[in-house]
Every structure is written in C-alpha cells, then in structure tokens.
C-alpha cells in the first residue's frame, strides 16, 4: 500500500526547529520558529493562566462535549475583543464567531467554507507570507497567487505595486491580509494605506480575509486592532482568524477564533450553520481548556488586567531587544546600518541576511534563523543578545 508514498518536504520553520533541537551545542541560540521567550530563554506561563487554571481545577468542572462552535463566552469575548465591545456590528448581531483550534484552525474553517461557496475563486497571499497561509488554502483546493508586499531596497512595503496587484483582482478574489505584524517582515501597513486598501477591497468586491496572530505585539491591543476595525466599519463581509497561541502563550492548548462579518443577523445564522457544518465533519467540536481559561481572563477584570499588563511587559521587552540589536550591531561595528530594525513591529524581523549569512551563523556559532533572513527578535535576551550581536557582525564583515 505504501510502497509508491513519497517523502512530503519538512515545514522550512518546524523542520528548522528540529535541527536545532538536535544540535547538542550548549551556546546554540534558536532565532527561527515564532516562539516568545522571556529573559530566562523560556516560554512564560503568564500569572493571569495561571490564576485561571488554578480557579478551574479548584472547580472541577466535568468534561462534557462543547457545542460544535465553541464557548459562548469565549466567543463573544473574541468578538469584543477583535472589533471592540461598542461596535455596532456586535449589537446588530453580524459577526459569525466560532472557536477554533488555533489560528491554522480558523484559517482552516474559512478556507473549507470559502471553497464550498466560491470553488473557482483565487486567493491572493502576500508576498512574501506565512508558508502555511499558501499550503492551507490549496490543500483547501484553491489556486494560490501572490501579491507584491515587500521591497528588499527599502525595507518597506511596496505599496504601489501592491495596489496594482489588487486592481487587477477579479470580483470574489480572496486577499490574505496580515492584520498587524506583518510575518515574515515585520513591516505593516499604514493606517492611510488600510484606508486605501479597504476602499479597493470594497469597489473591486474582493474578499478580505484577516490573519490577527500577534494582537497586543505591535503598538496595543486596541491599536493592533484597527485594520479589522475599518473593514467592520465599512460593512464589508470579511473573514477574521484569530490566535491567541502567542497573546497568552498558550501554543500548545489550539486557542484561537473565526469570526465572519455578514450583513444581517439573518445571514449570520446560516454563515454559523455551514461553518459548523465544516467543523462537525472535521474535528466534530473544539477541545475545552484553552478556551475556557481565555474567557475567564478576558470576562474578569482583575484577570484582565493582569493580562494587558503581561502582554505589554511582552511587547515592550521585544522592542528594547530590537533597540539593542541595532546598537550593538553597531557598537561591534556591522558593516550596514540596521536602524530598519526599530522601525519593525512584533516578533520577527526581515533582517536583510542572505542564505549564506544564515548558513554561517549555524554551523560557526549555532544561531538558528530561517534561510530568508527572518530571526525572531522575542527571542532575544540580556544573555545571547552579545553572542547573536557579534555572530551578525562577523558573518558581515568577514
Ligand atoms: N498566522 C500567522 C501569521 C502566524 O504567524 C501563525 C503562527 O503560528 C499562525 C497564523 C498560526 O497560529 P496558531 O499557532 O494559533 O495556529
Ligand atoms: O512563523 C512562525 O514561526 C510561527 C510558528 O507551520 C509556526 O507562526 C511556524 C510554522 C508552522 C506553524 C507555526
């Protein structure tokens, strides 16, 4: 039976992590997968889960089925969160949410629902993108394009050229759009170029299709939110898949949402009825601990607050590493100016290094970036910060 199965090719950033699980090299330093670690180098188990796990083991709530489409409080606590509690849409009853396992899970529902609703419609990625954005919407059945994003030269987004791409779009094109910490740039839009691009969205009827993973990692919470909010206040029907893996570094519970904006409560009904319906034929219904402990931090205030303030501490320990980086850099005298570096938001940057850069910094000093010169600044810290600053400047200047 099995005898013809090919080798399916590893995941470029899983596989990476593979290796250097491998490498026995105790200064070995792992910039590659989208991982936050704290200072010590370990993913945080923030205070605020850890509050709610200890009120819901104390519970000891049975395990029952969840509904198909998840926790209503969590659901609705994804809705506010994403769109705001005073949106109008929340009132009007034109959001469609439902949890899923992650932010590839949510990815996951749209594409299967958006494939049963327009077969023949093509989806644009940006280039360059999350690999699993491309590989989830073909194995969804889907022809995958990709549209200009990234300019090397400038290290900012081509905005023109992206325009053009999109004014070329047919009605129904689905358009992945990064809603705040753009991976694997770190290069965002402007609030001007949202603006523009949700005016050609809604004159060329094309369908947007949000990815949120770092909400809270850019500027704020509130802040990180404003691309999905303008396509909200614009009444577009839009599709939103949320993560919460990195917000509560929670990446092994699968916490994450689909919310789908409709134009009426009418219609939302019979969204949620085929995105359940795509759910019950996948994975039947949502798995509870993830979900549950979300809700309870992000439905009490106290938890709550504890919460913002974890995820700022984050946000704001990333930046200074960013801040560093560039001085350093400079301190030990790199051969380019990475000021570029500052400029850039969330966990990763495009740090301009080749393949060959990459290549050097493993195998002479067991520092892991992804080969498109991607490292993920949240893994920095006051420890490997030297090593990675003088590794970057010797694999430049020698
Ligand atoms: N979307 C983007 C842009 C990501 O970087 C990630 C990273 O993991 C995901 C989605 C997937 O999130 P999750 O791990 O919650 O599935
Ligand atoms: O880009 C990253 O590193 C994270 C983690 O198939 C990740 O988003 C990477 C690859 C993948 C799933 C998650």
């Known amino acids: 039976l099995f005898s013809t199965v090919e080798l399916a090719p590893n995941d470029p950033i899983l596989g990476l992590n593979e290796t250097f699980n491998a490498d026995p090299r105790p200064t070995k330093v792992n910039l590659g997968i989208g991982v936050y670690t704290n200072d010590d180098g370990r993913i945080p188990l923030l205070r605020a889960v850890r509050e709610a796990e200890k009120a819901r083991l104390e519970a000891a709530v049975p395990r029952g089925y969840l509904p198909i489409d998840g926790i209503t409080a ?12 005073a949106s109008p849409l929340l009132a009007q009853g034109r959001i469609a949410t439902v949890q899923a396992l992650g932010g590839t899970g949510a990815l996951k529902i749209g594409a299967d629902f958006l494939r049963r609703l ?18 989830l919407f073909q194995a969804a059945g889907f022809e995958v394009v990709s549209y200009p994003y990234y300019n090397a030269e400038t290290q900012d987004v081509d905005f023109t050229s992206l325009v053009n791409a999109f004014n070329t779009y047919a009605p129904g094109t689905i358009v992945i759009l990064h809603a705040c910490c753009h991976n694997p740039t770190g290069v965002d839009l402007t609030p001007e170029q949202w603006q ?58 699968r916490v994450g949402a689909l919310s789908v904006i409709t134009s009426s409560e009418a219609e939302t009904l019979r969204v949620l009825s085929q995105l359940k319906l795509v759910i019950r034929t996948t994975y039947s219904n949502p798995p509870t ?9 992000l439905n009490k205030p106290e938890l709550r607050a504890l919460w913002e303030q974890e995820l700022s501490e ?6 200074s590493m960013r801040g560093n ?37 493993r195998t002479e000093f067991g520092i892991y970036a992804v080969s498109t010169g991607r490292i993920c600044v949240a893994a920095l810290n006051t420890r490997n910060i030297e090593t990675v600053a003088q590794a970057i400047t010797q694999v430049l200047n020698t």
Not at 74 to 85: D, E, P, R
Not at 328 to 341: I, M, S
Not at 350 to 355: H, I, K, N, Q
Request: proline letters at 2%.
């Open 74 to 85: 969590y659901n609705s606590a994804v809705q506010k969160l994403l769109f705001g509690a």
């Open 118 to 135: 327009n077969p023949s419609a093509k989806v644009a990625v940006s280039n360059p993108s999350w690999e699993n954005h491309r590989a």
């Open 196 to 253: 523009q691009v949700v005016h050609i969205v809604k004159e060329r009827q094309l369908v947007p299709f949000l990815d949120i993973a770092y909400q809270g990692f850019g500027v704020g919470i509130e802040e990180d939110a404003a691309a999905v909010r303008l396509f909200a206040e614009a009444g577009i029907n839009s599709f939103i898949a949320n993560s919460f893996s990195k917000s509560f570094s929670l990446y092994g519970e």
């Open 289 to 297: 601990h993830g979900g549950a402990i979300v809700a309870a931090i």
């Open 314 to 319: 984050m946000r704001e320990r990333i930046l």
């Open 325 to 361: 980086l560039v001085a350093k850099l400079k301190q030990y005298g790199a051969n380019r100016d990475f000021e570029f570096v500052n400029r850039q938001r969330g966990m990763f940057s495009y740090s301009g290094l080749s393949a060959q850069h990459v290549e050097r910094l």
